[in-house]
T-cell receptor, first 116, second 117 residues
Framework: DSGVTQTPKHLITATGQRVTLRCSPRSGDLSVYWYQQSLDQGLQFLIQYYNGEERAKGNILERFSAQQFPDLHSELNLSSLELGDSALYFC???????????????FGPGTRLLVL | AQKVTQAQTEISVVEKEDVTLDCVYETRDTTYYLFWYKQPPSGELVFLIRRNSFDEQNEISGRYSWNFQKSTSSFNFTITASQVVDSAVYFCALSEEVNTGGFKTIFGAGTRLFVKA
């Protein structure tokens, strides 16, 4: 158990809908990262937040957005869902104490999203 | 641009055999970080090792060892005396700092390891 929690574990929805995935980092971690894992694209980095601020952006679609709240939990919002958005979405966290160095990221169990 | 190549899609070995998983990376940065993660059938991603670009020491941890060679841009992972519980997908990853102070991580496609009893 990494200490990172994600809810829900599974989500089934329809095309065109909007969903919110939630992540609670390990206690004390300031950085949160979001990834998408799909069969055709593999593991793709989406976005990183540090203490509420966006710090790095990957291949995140405009239909997707994220934020990190003052209590450090994070939410990933996916809107206008398409069939191709079906994937496993991982959240990871790291301490955020080492400036200028990539820290070890600890991953949550993931949220499996199925868009029908 | 960053790139991580894990050329071996699937490897199948018999228990107690040694197996090496290859990882080749591309980067223009002089400072970068390399990682290996394991994804067992249960689906979670488990951290195995982190290496920065200025530390080329090889590392051994139990049955696991890592060979980092900057000259060939490779960071290979060897499992000695493999066990059935080692069956998983193994990912190599590269992290680089971006100009906003964060880090972007690129994962390889993964190598699926089957260890047969």
């Amino acid at each position: 158990d990494s200490g990172v929690t994600q809810t829900p574990k599974h989500l089934i929805t329809a095309t065109g809908q909007r969903v919110t995935l939630r992540c609670s980092p390990r206690s004390g971690d300031l950085s949160v990262y979001w990834y998408q894992q799909s069969l055709d694209q593999g593991l793709q980095f989406l976005i990183q937040y540090y203490n509420g601020e966006e710090r790095a952006k990957g291949n995140i679609l405009e239909r997707f957005s994220a934020q990190q709240f003052p209590d450090l939990h994070s939410e990933l919002n996916l809107s206008s869902l398409e069939l191709g958005d079906s994937a496993l979405y991982f959240c990871a966290s790291s301490e955020g104490s080492t400036q200028g160095a990539a820290e070890t990221q600890y991953f949550g169990p993931g949220t499996r999203l199925l868009v029908l | 641009a960053q790139k991580v190549t894990q050329a071996q899609t699937e490897i199948s070995v018999v228990e107690k055999e040694d197996v090496t998983l290859d990882c080749v990376y591309e980067t223009r940065d002089t400072t970068y970080y390399l990682f290996w993660y394991k994804q067992p059938p249960s689906g979670e991603l488990v951290f195995l090792i982190r290496r920065n670009s200025f530390d080329e020491q090889n590392e051994i941890s139990g049955r696991y060892s890592w060979n980092f060679q900057k000259s060939t841009s490779s960071f290979n992972f060897t499992i000695t005396a493999s066990q059935v519980v080692d069956s998983a997908v193994y990912f190599c990853a590269l992290s680089e700092e971006v100009n906003t102070g964060g880090f972007k991580t690129i994962f390889g496609a993964g190598t699926r390891l089957f260890v047969k009893a």
